[in-house]
């Protein structure tokens, strides 16, 4: 039996990446396997790749996908700007960055902002699952409102909804899944990458372990009764990740999170027209009023220049141009010198 | 009377955003085409227009180029600040002032001078008559202290970049000016006089902050990302300011990307994302700036990615006094960031310098794969300096240890992306879109792969093989100036814009209480073992530094062999002001009595 290979020639294999350390039964896995597959599907070249990413859960699904190229877990919420650079220095790389809400709506939300308004060229995989994952389940600038964890007090505070943000900012692709909605995520994600801009997929990721509940609670009681020497969030609970049938076109689809409640997605009509801002505000915010999450591509503009358009740079990336055309002439600086002196 | 020719001091005192500085720049630099030696230095307010600004003229054939102890002539044109201004002239300050401001100047003891400067100006033209004025003062100046008329003229022309109306308009302000003077004043009583010298042809006035700009254009820059800030921002907008000229083809593409960014920690995100992804990146700010940029800082050591960070000192702490200078940020970009970190600093004292660390700062940078600090301060970036000339670099970029290709990767046993296979402590690195031995860089622990680790025994391999790597580089980064006394007494180490008030302390020291002193400027930090040798060949040594706590002292006491630090004092000041050689001297003096030497 052959191998079966994409468009370039190359196996799945050459697209995959270690082995995920996040909890069993994690949302972000499924994304990492979507980009995997998409990449492939693609035919991106693996070394022609930079992945990028901040500080969080989220952050550290590179390792798990992509091990041909090159990449950077920077520091936490500032992800955006060390891809600016790095797209300055190579404008020909694919940036393929991978982020949380920690990241993305609190500590680094200047930063999405900015990279947003440059129209950087890159895919912005956001990973929302409304919590801090690798501090221990506090809650994040895109928890619910009225949301209830495992300790302390409900989520009084509204909401950052960074779709929203995005159309507002001019963002030239905004499109919203869930992690376990794989056929349109894969969909969503393949036009992602291929699209020329600043491409936002907030996919809606829940957190198998802080996004907790009864259910976990009493086993989480069960364990500490059983064993008084666990730390209190030593527990994880190994799941299995939630899988969502796609909903059709202008239909919704209840699904049950790992507390039990009920994440209620409708995918986006047909009639929508992506290139219309308002309609994809006003979807997100009928979604919102009715406790919904409206998915699928909700704005779409491919007209824009990008931030590396913007520069007016030459036409080979600059981390490539030999050192003796970076440095300019003997002559020039000669040149200067006598300006200086009053003698040209 | 007896003359007292080029050595004495003028203080201009203007409004801010009045056109004085022109007027103060074209004085300057007719001063110094006569071949005097001449500084000037800008104090202004942290304003745009009406706040109180004072242009301070040093002529000194000594070449003494510090603020002196007392001011000469003083110029007033400043309603806010006259009485002021008058209370600090000493006896025999011939004063200058604009009667239109019609203020009384009552100093029996002093020579005062009054010209109707605005009335004049109206009479040029009405509608800029404020700013006329100011150049109605550099006429009187001009008559009072015998400039030549000619030179004065070309100044003109040169500040106005050949706009002949604007030319035509303030050489007339000069000349009604002059001719006041001529006609109304009996100056044969004031002894100061300006008397032409020979001009070194190559010798000509910058700003630190220009020549930084044109060492990073020669240093091959392609990315400068920056966020504004007094008093660094002139130094990121000469980058721009040359893009044209020095770094477009012939389509007018550019081979420098320039990113204004959201804040100081984006500007220094992407100095490292240009840096990891092959290109020289750099920076330009204060210290207000590298305290938001430190965590990058921190990643950039330890995940070993290469870029650059002008730091142009201001007053700090916090907002500080945002337009004085100081030599205040030095402990702090030394060891930026949490954890144990250790960064180059390269620090210039002269405008030759300025362009030549602009460049060699990158060379450093890539060399040993980490973020390199230029130090300069705001007298330095921010003032008319003498330059006799920028050279170009003698040899091609130093570009590290990239590995570009799978024959290079092949020829090294054992490449792993921080093992350490040449006993430096520096590894081999590849750079993304190569596909060549990729992974994922980190700010986390990691092993000689670059694997996630948290290993005790990796760690601490790591962090000695970057301590290796940093203190490897003390005998090859710029080495410190010596001038040595045959006595080796007496041993004074200073760095930076201090260049500019050493002479005049060397020369204090030595008139007042016969010493001779030697010395030794710092130019790179971590310190060169010939610093440890000149401490140890001297008796007592004084480090000299504008700020309060004596930072560079600091550093020495904790990397200095314990012998050796009893020897060592601090002489450390800082109010604001430039260094006035006057201050250091006698607090020299201090320790030196203090000692009984």
């Given at each position: 039996?052959?191998i079966?290979?994409?468009?370039?020639?190359?196996p799945?294999?050459?697209?995959?990446?270690?082995a995920?350390?996040?909890?069993?039964?994690c949302?972000?896995d499924?994304?990492?396997?979507?980009?995997?597959?998409?990449a492939?599907?693609?035919g991106?070249?693996?070394?022609?790749?930079?992945?990028?990413?901040?500080?969080?859960?989220?952050s550290?699904?590179p390792?798990?996908?992509?091990?041909?190229s090159?990449?950077?877990?920077?520091?936490?919420?500032?992800?955006?700007?060390?891809t600016?650079?790095?797209?300055m220095?190579?404008?020909d790389?694919?940036?393929?960055?991978?982020?949380?809400?920690?990241?993305?709506?609190?500590?680094g939300?200047?930063?999405?902002?900015?990279a947003?308004?440059r129209?950087?060229?890159?895919v912005?995989?956001?990973?929302?699952?409304?919590?801090?994952?690798?501090?221990?389940?506090?809650?994040?600038?895109?928890?619910?409102?009225?949301s209830?964890?495992?300790?302390?007090?409900?989520?009084?505070t509204?909401?950052?909804d960074?779709?929203?943000l995005a159309i507002?900012?001019g963002?030239?692709?905004v499109?919203r899944?869930?992690?376990g909605?794989?056929?349109?995520?894969s969909?969503?994600?393949?036009?992602a990458?291929?699209?020329?801009?600043?491409?936002?997929?907030?996919?809606i990721?829940?957190?198998?372990?802080?996004?907790?509940n009864?259910?976990?609670l009493r086993?989480?009681?069960?364990?500490?009764?059983?064993?008084?020497?666990?730390?209190?969030?030593?527990?994880?609970?190994?799941?299995?990740?939630?899988?969502?049938?796609?909903?059709?076109?202008?239909?919704y689809?209840d699904i049950t999170?790992?507390?039990?409640?009920?994440?209620?997605?409708?995918?986006i009509?047909?009639?929508h027209?992506?290139?219309?801002?308002?309609a994809?505000?006003s979807?997100?915010?009928?979604a919102?009023?009715?406790?919904?999450?409206?998915?699928?591509?909700?704005?779409?503009?491919?007209?824009k220049a990008t931030a590396?358009?913007?520069?007016?740079?030459?036409?080979?990336?600059?981390?490539?141009?030999?050192?003796?055309?970076?440095?300019?002439?003997?002559?020039?600086?000669?040149?200067?010198?006598?300006?200086?002196?009053?003698?040209? | 009377?007896?003359r007292?020719?080029?050595d004495?001091?003028?203080?201009?005192?203007t409004?801010?955003?009045?056109?004085?500085?022109?007027?103060?720049?074209?004085l300057?630099?007719t001063?110094?085409?006569?071949g005097?030696?001449?500084?000037?230095?800008?104090?202004?307010?942290s304003?745009?227009?009406?706040?109180?600004?004072?242009?301070?003229?040093?002529?000194?054939?000594?070449?003494?180029q510090?603020?002196?102890?007392?001011?000469?002539?003083?110029?007033?044109?400043?309603?806010?600040?006259?009485d002021?201004?008058?209370?600090n002239c000493?006896?025999?300050?011939?004063?200058?002032?604009?009667?239109?401001v019609?203020?009384a100047?009552?100093?029996?003891?002093?020579?005062?001078?009054?010209?109707?400067?605005?009335?004049?100006?109206?009479?040029?033209?009405?509608?800029?008559?404020?700013?006329?004025?100011?150049m109605?003062?550099?006429?009187?100046?001009?008559?009072?202290?015998g400039?030549?008329d000619?030179?004065?003229?070309?100044a003109?022309?040169?500040?106005f970049?050949?706009?002949?109306?604007?030319i035509?308009?303030?050489?007339?302000?000069?000349?009604l000016?002059?001719?006041?003077v001529?006609?109304?004043?009996?100056?044969?009583?004031?002894?100061?006089?300006?008397e032409?010298r020979?001009?070194?042809?190559?010798e000509?006035l910058?700003?630190?902050?220009?020549?930084v700009?044109?060492?990073?254009?020669y240093?091959?820059?392609g990315?400068?990302?920056w966020?504004p800030?007094?008093?660094?921002?002139?130094?990121?907008?000469?980058?721009?300011e040359?893009?044209?000229?020095l770094?477009?083809?012939?389509?007018?593409d550019?081979?420098?990307?320039?990113?204004?960014a959201?804040?100081?920690l984006?500007?220094?995100g992407m100095?490292?994302?240009?840096?990891?992804?092959?290109?020289?990146?750099?920076?330009?700010?204060?210290?207000?700036?590298?305290?938001?940029?430190?965590e990058f800082?921190?990643l950039?050591?330890f995940?070993?990615?290469?870029?650059?960070i002008?730091?142009v000192?201001?007053t700090?702490?916090?907002t500080?006094l945002p337009?004085?200078?100081?030599?205040?940020?030095?402990?702090?970009?030394?060891e930026?960031?949490?954890?144990d970190?250790?960064?180059?600093?390269l620090?210039p004292?002269?405008?030759?310098?300025?362009?030549?660390?602009g460049?060699?700062?990158?060379?450093?940078?890539?060399?040993l794969?980490?973020?390199?600090?230029?130090?300069?301060?705001?007298?330095?970036?921010?003032?008319?300096?003498?330059?006799?000339?920028?050279?170009?670099?003698e040899q091609?970029?130093?570009?590290?240890?990239?590995i570009?290709?799978?024959?290079?990767?092949?020829?090294?046993?054992?490449?792993?992306?921080y093992?350490?296979?040449?006993g430096?402590?520096?590894?081999?690195?590849?750079?993304?879109?190569?596909?060549?031995d990729?992974?994922?860089?980190?700010g986390?622990?990691?092993?000689?792969?670059g694997?996630?680790?948290?290993?005790?025994?990796?760690?601490?391999?790591?962090?000695?093989r970057l301590?290796?790597?940093?203190?490897?580089?003390?005998?090859?980064l710029p080495?410190?100036?010596?001038r040595l006394?045959?006595?080796?007494?007496?041993g004074?180490i200073y760095?930076?814009?201090?260049e500019n008030?050493i002479q005049?302390?060397?020369?204090?020291?030595?008139t007042?209480?016969?010493?001779?002193?030697?010395?030794?400027?710092?130019?790179?930090?971590?310190?060169?073992?010939?610093?440890e040798?000149?401490?140890r060949?001297?008796?007592?040594?004084?480090?000299?530094?504008?700020?309060?706590?004596?930072?560079?002292?600091?550093?020495?006491?904790?990397?200095?062999?314990?012998?050796?630090?009893?020897k060592?004092?601090?002489a450390?000041?800082s109010?604001?002001m430039?260094?006035r050689?006057r201050h250091?001297a006698?607090?020299?003096?201090?320790?030196?009595?203090?000692?009984n030497?």
């Open positions: 039996m052959s079966k290979l994409n468009v370039i020639d190359l799945k294999s050459d697209y995959q990446g270690g995920s350390t996040l909890c069993p039964g949302g972000h499924q994304i990492s396997n979507v980009i995997i597959n998409s492939w599907e693609n991106l070249r693996p070394e022609n790749i930079a992945k990028m990413s901040g500080i969080g859960c989220s550290k699904t390792a798990y996908f992509l091990s041909q090159h990449g950077f877990n920077t520091v936490h919420g500032r992800m955006p700007a060390v600016t650079g790095a797209a220095g190579n404008k790389l694919t940036f393929l960055a991978v982020s949380g809400d920690g990241d993305s709506a609190s500590i939300i200047g930063q999405f902002i900015h947003v308004r129209n950087l060229d890159m912005y995989v956001l990973e929302n699952n409304g919590v801090y994952g690798l501090t221990k389940g506090q809650y994040s600038a895109t928890a619910v409102k009225g209830k964890k495992k300790k302390g007090p409900i989520n009084e509204q909401p950052i960074l779709c929203k507002n900012l963002c030239t692709f499109a899944s869930f992690s909605s794989k056929k349109q995520l969909a969503l994600m393949k036009a990458m291929s699209h020329k801009g600043f491409a936002l997929l907030d996919i990721s829940p957190c198998v372990t802080f996004n907790n009864d259910e976990s086993s989480y009681t069960y364990v500490k009764d059983n064993d008084v020497e666990l730390h209190a969030y030593d527990y994880i609970p190994t799941q299995s990740p939630i899988e969502a049938a796609a909903a059709p076109e202008g239909e689809h999170l790992f507390d039990g409640s009920t994440l209620r997605l409708e995918t009509g047909s009639d027209d992506p290139t219309d801002p308002v994809a505000l979807a997100l915010h009928i919102e009023q009715e406790d919904k999450h409206v998915t699928g591509l909700l704005y779409f503009d491919p007209t590396t358009e913007d520069q007016h740079l030459v036409d080979t990336p600059l981390a490539e141009i030999p050192d003796d055309i970076m440095r300019p002439s003997a002559a020039s600086l000669d040149e200067i010198n006598a300006r200086f002196r009053g003698k040209a | 009377m007896d007292i020719v080029n004495f001091q003028l203080n201009i005192a409004a801010n955003g009045t056109g004085s500085q022109s007027a103060n720049l074209i300057l630099n001063m110094f085409d006569m005097v030696p001449v500084s000037g230095k800008n104090l202004f307010p304003n745009i227009s009406g706040l109180p600004t004072w242009y301070i003229v040093r002529v000194s054939d000594n070449g003494y510090a603020p002196a102890d007392r001011t000469h002539i003083q110029i007033l044109m400043n309603k806010a600040t006259w002021e201004d008058i209370e000493l006896a025999g300050t011939v004063i200058i002032h604009n009667t239109d019609k203020m100047v009552e100093r029996d003891d002093c020579t005062v001078i009054g010209v109707p400067m605005t009335k004049i100006a109206r009479g040029l033209n009405p509608k800029l008559a404020r700013m006329i004025a100011n109605v003062y550099v006429g009187v100046l001009a008559e009072v202290l400039l030549d000619a030179i004065l003229n070309t003109v022309s040169q500040q970049g050949g706009k002949a109306k604007a035509e308009l303030n050489v007339e302000a000069l000349a000016g002059r001719s006041f001529a006609d109304n004043i009996d100056i044969s009583d004031i002894p100061f006089r300006i032409a020979e001009k070194d042809a190559n000509f910058v700003e630190g902050n220009e020549a700009a044109l060492g990073a254009h240093g091959g820059v990315l400068l990302s966020y800030i007094t008093p660094s921002s002139s130094l990121a907008e000469a980058i721009i040359y893009i044209p000229d770094r477009t083809d012939d389509n007018d550019t081979m420098c990307a320039v990113v204004q959201e804040d100081e984006a500007a220094a100095v490292i994302g240009g840096g990891w992804a092959g290109i020289r990146a750099m920076t330009a700010t204060s210290g207000p700036g590298i305290s938001l940029m430190s800082i921190g950039a050591y995940a070993e990615i290469p870029g650059v002008w730091d000192n201001r700090g702490p916090s500080g337009t004085r200078t100081q030599q205040g940020d030095l402990s702090m970009l030394y930026a960031s949490h954890g970190t250790q960064h180059p600093v620090i004292g002269s405008m030759e310098e300025c362009f030549e660390f460049w060699r700062a990158f060379d450093v940078a890539e060399r794969q980490t973020v390199v600090f230029g130090f300069s301060d705001l007298d330095l970036g921010m003032n008319n300096w003498a330059c006799k000339g920028f050279e170009y670099p091609p970029m130093d570009r590290g240890k990239v570009h290709s799978q024959e290079q990767l092949d020829a090294i046993e054992n490449y792993g992306r093992r350490d296979v040449d430096d402590g520096i590894p081999y690195r590849t750079l993304p879109g190569s596909g060549l990729p992974i994922l860089y980190r986390t622990g990691h092993d000689e792969d694997v996630y680790s948290e290993k005790p025994e990796i760690y601490h391999g790591l962090m000695q301590k290796h790597k940093m203190d490897s580089a003390r005998t090859w080495q410190p100036l010596m006394e045959e006595e080796q007494e007496v004074i760095f930076g814009s201090m008030s005049e302390i060397d020369d204090i020291l030595e007042e209480i016969g010493r001779k002193v030697s010395q030794c400027r710092v130019r790179a930090l971590p310190l060169s073992p010939a610093v040798d000149f401490i060949d001297h008796e007592t040594v004084i480090v000299l530094e504008i700020n309060r706590d004596g930072q560079l002292y600091g550093i020495m006491r904790r990397e200095l062999p314990n012998e050796l630090i009893p060592v004092h601090s450390a000041y109010d604001g430039p260094p050689a250091y006698e607090l020299i003096k201090d320790v030196l009595q203090e000692v030497q």
